[in-house]
C-alpha cells in the first residue's frame, strides 16, 4: 500500500495519511529546492558538492558541509514530526543523499513518464493503451515544480516533459485515426490544446477531426482562433498545413447537387459586402493566381501594394492599441479601394493587396486615400502607415 504521494506536475506536495506536508515546512526555501531537487534525482545517490552548488552557489563560507548536514537534519526531524512514514525518506548514501527508494512512495512526475512511454510503445489503440493514454494526460496537470520553474536545474527537465507530453499525444491520435476514432481524437486534442494552444500539429489534428465527423463550422472556427493566435501571439502567419487545410475545408460543398441558376442566384445573393475583397492568406495565393491567369491571356496590369502600420519613438509599443489599428486599417482599405481589389492580413502589422487594372500612378490614388483615411481615423505620431507598390507581369 502507498502511503506516501508525490506531485511535482503543476505544483509540489507531499501527501501522506492524508496530511500535505510541505506548506508545513515554513517559508526556507533551501529546505523545499533539497527536497525538489532528490526527489528528481531519485535513482541516484546526489553528492555533496553538487548540492552545495546548488544550494550555496558561489558561498566561500569556511565550512559549507556542516551547513548542508544541518539543513538536512532539520529536514528530516521536520519530516519525521509530521508522519512516521518519512523517517527514513531522505538516506545517506556513499558520498551524497538520497530520496529512499526503498519508501512506498508514488511520484506523479515517473507515473506520467512511464504512462507516455507505454503509449509511445503501442501499435494500436487497445483498452489498456486508453487507459494509459488517459493516466498521462491527466497527470500532466502543469510545468514541472513551477514554483522553482525558471531555475537552470528545472528547465531542461521542463521542457523534455513538455516535448513527451505532446509526442505521445501525437501517437496516441495517429493510434486513433486507424481506428477511424475521431470524436475520441477532438476529446484528446481539446485536452491537449489547454496544455498548448499554440501547437501547429494539435490544431490541424483537431480541425481535420472535426471536418470527418461532419462539424465544420467548428473546423473553421477553430481555424480563426488559431491563425489569431499566430498572428498576435507568434508574430507570423499560421504554416503551410494549416493554410493547405483552410484551402481543403473550403472546397466541401454539402449542396453539390444545386443547378446553375440556383448556383448563380447564391452567389448573387452572398456578394453583398461593400468594398474592398478581405479574405484569408490562403484564399489572397488563389486571387492572385486566378489574376495572373488573365495577365497571361489579356495582357492585363496588376499591382501588389504591401501596407504597414510601424510603431516609432523611444516609448514602448502598446499590443492592444497596435490591435486596434489593424483593425482600423482594414476598414480604412476596404471602404476606400474598389470592390475588385483584394485584402488579406500579411503579418501582425501589415496588409498585403492586390490591385488588378491599375498602372504606377492610379494605383497610388487609392493607397494614398486610404492614407489619408487612416490618419483621420486616428492619428498618432507613435505610428506610422507606409505602403510599397511594385507591378506584377505574368513571368514573375
Same mark, same amino acid.
Given at each position: 500500500m502507498v502511503y506516501v504521494k508525490v506531485y511535482m506536475l503543476g505544483r509540489f506536495e507531499i501527501i501522506t495519511n492524508g496530511v500535505e506536508v510541505i506548506r508545513r515546512l515554513g517559508t526556507s526555501r533551501k529546505r523545499i529546492i533539497l527536497l525538489e531537487y532528490l526527489i528528481l534525482n531519485r535513482n541516484r545517490p546526489v @553528492?555533496?558538492? =553538487?548540492? @552545495?552548488?546548488?544550494?550555496? %552557489?558561489?558561498?566561500?563560507? *569556511?565550512? %559549507? =558541509?556542516? $551547513? *548542508?548536514?544541518? @539543513?538536512?537534519?532539520? *529536514?528530516?526531524?521536520?519530516? $519525521?514530526?509530521?508522519? %512516521?512514514?518519512?523517517?527514513?525518506?531522505i538516506i545517506t548514501e556513499r558520498g551524497g543523499y538520497r530520496w529512499n527508494p526503498a519508501l512506498s512512495c508514488e511520484i506523479d512526475l515517473f507515473t506520467f513518464e512511464e504512462a507516455c512511454n507505454n503509449v509511445l510503445k503501442a501499435d494500436e489503440a487497445t483498452p489498456e493503451t486508453r487507459a494509459e493514454a488517459a493516466k498521462f494526460m491527466d497527470l500532466y496537470a502543469g510545468e514541472l515544480l513551477p514554483d522553482s520553474g525558471m531555475d537552470a536545474w528545472v528547465v531542461p527537465h521542463s521542457v523534455t516533459l513538455h516535448n513527451l507530453y505532446l509526442k505521445a499525444v501525437r501517437h496516441y491520435a495517429d493510434l486513433l485515426k486507424k481506428e477511424e476514432a475521431y470524436d475520441e481524437i477532438v476529446d484528446v486534442c481539446r485536452l491537449a490544446l489547454d496544455v498548448d494552444p499554440f501547437d501547429a500539429m494539435l490544431n490541424l489534428e483537431l480541425m481535420t477531426a472535426l471536418l470527418k465527423i461532419g462539424r465544420n463550422d467548428e473546423a473553421l472556427a477553430l481555424y480563426d482562433y488559431a491563425a489569431e493566435l499566430h498572428y498576435n501571439h507568434l508574430s507570423f502567419q499560421p504554416p503551410e498545413g494549416m493554410l493547405a487545410f483552410y484551402d481543403e475545408l473550403l472546397k466541401i460543398d454539402a449542396a453539390a447537387e444545386e443547378d446553375v441558376e440556383s448556383i448563380r442566384s447564391m452567389l448573387r445573393n452572398n456578394d453583398i459586402r461593400p468594398g474592398?475583397?478581405?479574405?484569408?492568406? $490562403?484564399?489572397?495565393?488563389?486571387?492572385?493566381?486566378?489574376?495572373?491567369?488573365? @495577365?497571361?491571356?489579356?495582357?492585363?496590369?496588376?499591382?501588389?501594394?504591401?501596407?504597414?502600420?510601424?510603431?516609432?519613438?523611444? =516609448?514602448? =509599443?502598446?499590443?492592444?492599441?497596435?490591435?486596434?489599428?489593424?483593425?482600423?486599417?482594414?476598414? $480604412?482599405?476596404?471602404?476606400? *479601394?474598389?470592390r475588385g481589389d483584394t485584402i488579406s492580413r500579411y503579418s501582425p502589422t501589415q496588409y498585403v493587396v492586390l490591385l488588378p487594372s491599375v498602372n504606377y500612378a492610379t494605383g497610388r490614388i487609392p493607397l494614398e486615400r486610404v492614407k489619408k483615411a487612416f490618419y483621420k481615423m486616428y492619428s498618432n505620431p507613435s505610428f506610422v502607415l507606409s505602403y510599397r507598390l511594385a507591378p506584377v507581369t505574368p513571368e514573375q
Open positions: @553528492l555533496t558538492k =553538487e548540492l @552545495l552548488d546548488l544550494l550555496w %552557489p558561489g558561498d566561500n563560507s *569556511l565550512n %559549507p =558541509e556542516s $551547513a *548542508l548536514k544541518t @539543513l538536512v537534519s532539520r *529536514l528530516r526531524a521536520t519530516l $519525521a514530526d509530521y508522519s %512516521p512514514d518519512l523517517v527514513d525518506c474592398a475583397f478581405v479574405c484569408d492568406y $490562403a484564399i489572397f495565393k488563389d486571387v492572385y493566381q486566378l489574376h495572373m491567369r488573365s @495577365l497571361s491571356r489579356f495582357g492585363a496590369t496588376m499591382f501588389v501594394a504591401l501596407v504597414t502600420l510601424s510603431h516609432v519613438g523611444s =516609448e514602448p =509599443e502598446d499590443k492592444l492599441m497596435s490591435d486596434k489599428l489593424m483593425r482600423l486599417l482594414q476598414n $480604412a482599405l476596404q471602404t476606400n *479601394l474598389r
